[in-house]
């Protein structure tokens, strides 16, 4: 079987480079909605029908018609949301078929959310204005106008590029001049409705034609982000001249850089610094973009289109970019709050293939002294692919291996892929099988296509009850042999399908046994890592889950990590690394990180190096290969590359209480843990195209690396006070510099007024450090002022929702350090030592003023750092500590 996954892989490998994959001239859906962008002479207006216009549940109902009928074929809703937010939907009335429509419940978190009343609703607009925030929907032709503080953001259907194809029979002719039907399949030119041909493949479209488009302008603005995922720049180009930016999710093995074609994932969210526009829709969509003059002002064009679906979109006005991911992450959220372990050091390839090799790796850990809290494997533990089993001629005593790697605080993931062996021998397999959930092919039979394990099939995701079985899977009395240190890699979920169109399944699939699956292909790698994640609740109710997916979708945050996929061992893919996170970080899902080293070829020791010292800095962090690549552990590559990669991961979990407060504020608060700079500076201009460099929340700056041998860097030092993290040197240049860099570490920046907490003691793994000391890292700005927040709970349990968690406030001001207790818990840790940057003068005196009396502190100046040593400062009581010069 193994001989057979080879040549598998193999001609994957041939099969999927660019040329591979579909373009817009393919697609007969994307040439006609491209077609009617550029058509002058072929237009479509739509407007709502003023007498049809009901107020209802605080919004708007309505009927809407082309100008060239009589009698309306659309009825719309819109309403306000309480997060200045508004809805817009558009469907068919007595559509010829039922047209999908993705349950809020599915992907949507409206709870607490509430609907606002119209503010003004007249014969020609419905207006809604509250405070800075105003939307403006005239009713002919339909146009939706938002307005931040009286400027205008954005302006729906400027372009009246609103296209609704209706479903039809196939003997409806449609000519120039038969407006009976009036949509962009009346576009002059040839391309086909009913049938599509693509190589070898045959999409034999039986309900014909029903793509949705819409235009948005930007305006007032040169620079727009989002729609994620793509190995592009951060900052969006124009598609005018070229392929527009596809969301399909597809296994792209393999991926080229600078490219808008479809990768594993993708969120249809976009924006600028104060709109926002999602686009919810799952089935296959493209995005044209174009710059342009509104109003004589730059503006960005940009031209949505999708397959099938309905016309369900939401409009976002906002103060700053920040807001804008708060608001589209909580209202796709909210973010899973992570265990401590998840985001710390992961060990990966494809395959550690032996519990002895498992405990080599561990062991080889232990030898050089490298933090570590995550071993996983791969598709070979399994015995052919059958998940959810154990190879045991490999793995005898999977129970005695991860028990004992847990002995050191350490857990393991393994992976489990949506396609299940057809083998008769393979109970889980025939288990959905027996209870009919699997994936239907347009004959309404079970459908089969190949992947590892060779004739496979797929469950039905959609299905609440599939989901729910899957779920069962993960019970331990179910998954045998595991224990609740096993968590969970969700892979090839797009759904990847070896030979089939695109290397996915066919578009004619069926779903909940009448959806087919172009109308919800989106969705399927979301369901698959739902399912898991209520797998693992299912099995430990107060264990917090972690499941890494490689497919994604809007709302994916809800469930766990994703990473960037099958990258290259190349500079240009370390490089490219970082936008492409920041990418996903913008649609709201922040657990993001790439294959350190690169997954394909055999790195140098020196980009091993240098992609440690990036990834250390990655919300997600881990190290995967391909299976024919050199190994690569930390220790392969000599002395010396050694200690520079042991330094990196110990500089990751000496930050890892900083780490771990940004991951809460991000499940509570649904702050971004990675933000570009323009998010961080949005008056700056130099920083709108800036994306190798970023912030680790709000005290952190990095910059990546692009090139070997690389002893400088140009890198922009934006306002405020800045200090070299590794030296903690001030930084007194602004504007754009090149900083010097060393083998040792990339630049990283301290931004002066915060406080930063780590934990300088090291230990083999995140949970051996749970009752350690603090210690604070304190970054002045030019007042000599900071200001910083901790958060610490058990570190793996739903408890802290029941008030078990402590939060802390430290702020500098005035010579005193101010400790507070934002929400008490017990807990015996305590501040270990204080460091201080930035200070004008050195101290004659400190003392630590508490609950325990006060005392005089023992404290180091070294060129102009600060050290305090404390011995009665703990972190469950308020203190203050005060400087006398």
Known sequence: MK?????????????????EFKTCKDLGFCVRNRALARNTSYKISYSIVPESVVKAASGITFKVKSDQESSPFLTGEAYYLSNNVLRFYLNEINPLHKRYHTPDDLILNLENIHRKDVTQLTSTQAIWAYGDYKYILTYSPINIQGYYKDSLIYHINERSLLNFERYRTRDTVLSHNDYNLIDATGVPGDYPLWEENWRDFTDNNPRGPSSIGLDITFAKTSDIYGIPEHSDSLSLIDTENSEPYRLYNLDVFEFELNERMTLYGNIPFILNKNGGFFWNNPSETWVDIQSSAYNGHSSKRIHWFSETGVLDIFLFLEANPINLVQTFTRLTGPPSFPPMFSIAYHQCRWNYFTQKEVKEIEQGFEDHDIPMDVIWLDIEHTPNRMYFTWD???????????????????????????????????????GFKDKGYYVKNQNGDDYEGHCWPGTSSWPDFMREETRDYWASQFELKNYKDTTLDVFIWNDMNEPAVFGGPENTMPKTNLHMFDVEHREIHNLYGIMTHRATYEGLIKRSPNDRPFILSRAFYAGSQKYGAIWTGDNMAKWEYMEASVPMCLGVTLGGLSFCGSDVGGFFYNPSAELMERWYQIGAYSPFFRSHA??????????VFGEESLNRIRESIKERYRLLPYWYTLFYEHAEMSLPIMRPLFMMYTEDLNVSKIDKQYFVGEAIMVTGLSKPSQQSVKLYVPEGRWF?????????????????????????????GHIIPMQNRQRRSSALMKNDPYSLLVVLDSSYKAKGTLFVDDFKTFNYKNGDYLTSIFEFSDNSLRYSVDHPWSSSNSIETITILGLPNSPNHIRLESGCGNQDLYFTIIDQVLTIKMTKAKINEPWVIVLDF
């Open 392 to 430: 045991y001629s490999s793995f005898p005593e999977p129970v005695k291996m991860i028990n004992e790697l847990a002995e050191h605080g350490r857990k393991i993931v393994t992976i489990v892929d949506p396609h299940m062996s057809k083998r008769n021998n393979f109970q889980v397999g025939q």
């Open 724 to 752: 070299d993290f590794h030296g903690y040197k001030e930084i007194t240049v602004r504007g754009y510099t090149d900083a010097t860099v060393t083998k040792d570490a990339v630049p990283v920046y301290l931004k002066g």
């Open 626 to 635: 391909h299976i024919e690549t050199d190994k690569r552990e930390p220790w």
């Open 3 to 19: 001989t057979l996954a080879f040549v598998v892989l193999v001609l994957a490998v041939l099969a999927v480079k660019r040329h």
